[in-house]
């Protein structure tokens, strides 16, 4: 039988949290976006707190209740992640990134809204959104840098890619195609990736659940990992 003690594994530790998504204007009523919920952020914020950490989330547009103790920084779009991001990072000694944010967004947003009875099809020009993570990671001091990575096929491939190409030290690679996990989902399952190589798989489970296994990786990488 198991006996749940309270964890207090995280005290002394600050951590930011990032979740949700971002919306992007595309002129005053429309926007670009994804499908993300917010609940794996929200999960990861919920456990580090009751672990005994300081947590401050920055929080795209969700449906979720903000849970109690926590900081919550409300942003709308990617560049404002970035800088929400950017001010909290000096005072964080974890940092996880489980926002779902804008790759691409519109160059040119329209100032009024676009009109169908126009004679072309407007088009939509795009330019790159700020990458949080690999902003973060070039002033870093301390900061243990967690990363997620959403595929939708070669999950370990693209995750390791990801993991070295913005240096972090773990991720939690993400089958978003698997059935009952993911996007909007109560549930998900991942597979934790670290820089040292070490490879731990959770199958699936309630986001709660995964957010304290998450958690877990990371005390036991900075065990094996002094800064
Ligand atoms: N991320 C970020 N800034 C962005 C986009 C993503 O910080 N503009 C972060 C995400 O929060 C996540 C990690 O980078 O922790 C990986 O995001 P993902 O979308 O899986 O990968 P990308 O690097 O954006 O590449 P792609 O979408 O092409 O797979
Ligand atoms: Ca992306």
Redesign the pocket.
Known sequence: EQILLPLADLKGQRILV?AGPTQEAIDPVRYISNRSSGKMGYAIAEAARSRGAEVILVSGPTALIPPAGIRVVPITT?KEMAEAMSAQFGWSSIVI???????FLPKAPATQKLKKGTAAVPPLELER???????LSAKRTAQILV?????TQDLIE?ATG?LT??GLDL?VANDVTQAGAGFGSEQNAAIILSRTGTRQTFDLRPKSQLAHDILSAIVEFAKNEPR
């Open positions: 990032s990617a990134m489980a926002a779902a944010v804008a790759d959104a700020p990458d949080i993570l690999a902003m990363g997620f990575a959403a595929e693209h990801k190409a913005k991720i």
